[in-house]
């Protein structure tokens, strides 16, 4: 009974829907920028905050692929998709499209 139970209470509190947010806090994401998306308390309401689950990672290794991809830190993992060149209003941007 409890099994029945329990994802009806995820679903309806919306756990299962979390959009996921990595912000990448390697050296060159965080000197470029990436230290800013770490308040997304400040630029985020809380309501969009709540419906998020944010990580802070070590390096995605895409900066060291960034000479060839075109590509700028600081970057982003946003459900899985990486995004480039991020900035508060990007990132609110792409939490908002998900
Ligand atoms: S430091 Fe962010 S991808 Fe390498």
Known sequence: MCFAVVPAICMREGFMDKIKVKICTGGRCFMQGGSDLL???????????AKCDFEECNCLGECK??????????????????????????????????
């Open 39 to 49: 308040t997304y308390n400040e630029f985020l309401d809380e309501s969009l905050v």
């Open 65 to 98: 692929k960034a000479e060839k991809s075109g590509l700028e830190p600081p970057f982003a993992v946003v459900n899985g998709k990486v995004h480039d060149d991020m900035t508060p209003q990007k990132l609110y941007r792409v939490i908002m499209e998900q």
